[in-house]
């Protein structure tokens, strides 16, 4: 079973940086897309940004040129740098995997979330 730890988040000044990290284990599992998204209070999930396997991103337009999303393959780690942080940046920002896992010879397709970690910008 893949899982998701998130690491990273916390309270910054507006105009401020912060740096996310998330982590999968497990065992005989293939990551192929990671990606984080956000829900502020009282709006649904979102997604902040988007990265394949061979390294192609998306980003939702609120935050583009603002974020960058980057993963170790190695690591089985994403990350995101935001910066130039505004207030609707707050939200609890989740990271999400798509995976595949072998069960014997059967290739199984999953997806999994992080537990959350909170971003607070504060004026």
């Known amino acids: 079973q893949v899982q998701l730890v998130e690491s990273g988040g916390g309270l910054v000044q507006t105009g401020g940086s912060l740096r996310l990290s998330c982590a999968a284990s497990g065992s005989s599992f293939t990551i192929t897309a990671m990606g984080w998204y956000r829900q502020a209070p009282g709006k649904q999930r979102e997604l902040v940004a988007g990265i394949t396997s061979a390294g192609s991103t998306n980003y939702a337009d609120s935050v583009k040129g603002r974020f960058t999303i980057s993963r170790d393959n190695a690591k089985n780690t994403v990350y995101l740098e935001m910066n130039s942080l505004k207030s609707e940046d707050t939200a609890v920002y989740y990271c999400?995997?798509?995976?595949?896992?072998?069960?014997?010879?059967?290739?199984?397709?999953?997806?999994?979330w992080g537990q959350g970690t909170l971003v607070t910008v504060s004026s």
């Open positions: 999400n995997a798509e995976y595949w896992a072998l069960y014997g010879p059967t290739r199984r397709y999953g997806e999994v």
